[in-house]
C-alpha cells in the first residue's frame, strides 16, 4: 500500500479526537510508569516516532494502540474516559435495521440450534421461522436469502450446492 491510499484512507477516518484522546492516556499511562520512548519500543518494536504519532492522535493503526496500551498496563475499559459516545456517526436506514433483526433471529433461532443440519433452503427456513412467530408470512424470502448471502460472505454458512436454482445452506464447521 502506497502513501497515497494511505492519506486516501486516513482523510475518511472522521474521528481523530478519539484518537488524539486515546493517545493523551497512553502518553500519561506511560509517563506515570516511568518508561521512555525508547522503552516503549524494547516492549512492543514500535518505533519511537510512531509512538509520538499515536501520543498525538496522528495514527490510525489501532493494533499499534493496543501494543502501546499493553505495554503500559492501561485498561481499554477506561475509553468512556476519552469521551467516545458508543453510537455510530451515521444511523442504518429503517431497511437495513429491519434486515439487522431478521439477521439477529435467524442467527438466534436457525443457526445457533444448528436447525440447518444436512442444508435447508431459504423456503424451508422461511417456514420454520413462520411456524415459530418469529416473522409475520408477508416477509419474502428474498430478505432470507439475503441474510443468508451474508453469513456465508462472513464464513459462518455455506452453500452445499444448488437444486432447481436454490441454494441449500449448512453451518460450516
Known sequence: MDKKEVKKRSSRIKSPEYRQAI???LRE???EKGYSLSDIKDMTTIPPKTTLEMEKGITINIDYYVEYAKAVEYDFDN???VGIELIPSHQLPKKKQER????KKIREYIILPDFLGDGKTTDQIRKH???LNLIDESLKSTEITGVMKNFVIDE????LTKIAGKNIYA???
Open 79 to 81: 475509553l468512556s474516559g
Open 156 to 159: 459462518t454458512v455455506k452453500v
Open 171 to 173: 453451518l460450516r464447521k
Open 100 to 103: 439487522v433483526f431478521l439477521t
Open 129 to 131: 421461522m413462520i411456524s
Open 29 to 31: 499511562a506511560r509517563q
Open 23 to 25: 493517545g493523551a492516556k
